[in-house]
Nanobody
Framework: QVQLVESGGGLVQPGGSLKLSCAAS????????MAWHRQAPGKERELVAG???????NYADSVKGRFTISVDNAWTTVYLHMSSLKPEDTAVYYC?????????WGQGTQVTVSA
């Protein structure tokens, strides 16, 4: 089992930047994919960005060129660097991890983009 704890959310003005962090603990040696998702009020949860053990990343079209996912060498922390933020990026952001075919989720962190 893998435990995930997100941090770094908050209120930011449109056009601003924010970095989210997700710390993994537990059976991290079995991890092979980590990702960020988000869920806005009244909407379904959607994949924002993901990275696998080989370093391949994938992004939602809506965040390409603005968001960057990265992970530390030990695969204990995954980051989401967000820039040029828009009001429509407002959501609860969740970290997820895939290990041995089992998905784990963090508790989420709120990101609000507003003037």
């Amino acid at each position: 089992q893998v435990q995930l704890v997100e941090s770094g959310g908050g209120l930011v003005q449109p056009g601003g930047s924010l970095k989210l962090s997700c710390a993994a603990s537990g059976r991290i040696f079995t991890l092979y994919y980590m990702a960020w998702h988000r869920q806005a009020p009244g909407k379904e949860r959607e994949l924002v960005a993901g990275v696998n053990k080989g370093g391949t990343t994938n992004y939602a079209d809506s965040v390409k060129g603005r968001f960057t996912i990265s992970v530390d060498n030990a695969w204990t922390t995954v980051y989401l660097h967000m820039s040029s933020l828009k009001p429509e990026d407002t959501a609860v952001y969740y970290c997820s991890a895939l290990a041995n075919g089992v998905s784990s989720w963090g508790q989420g962190t709120q990101v609000t983009v507003s003037a």
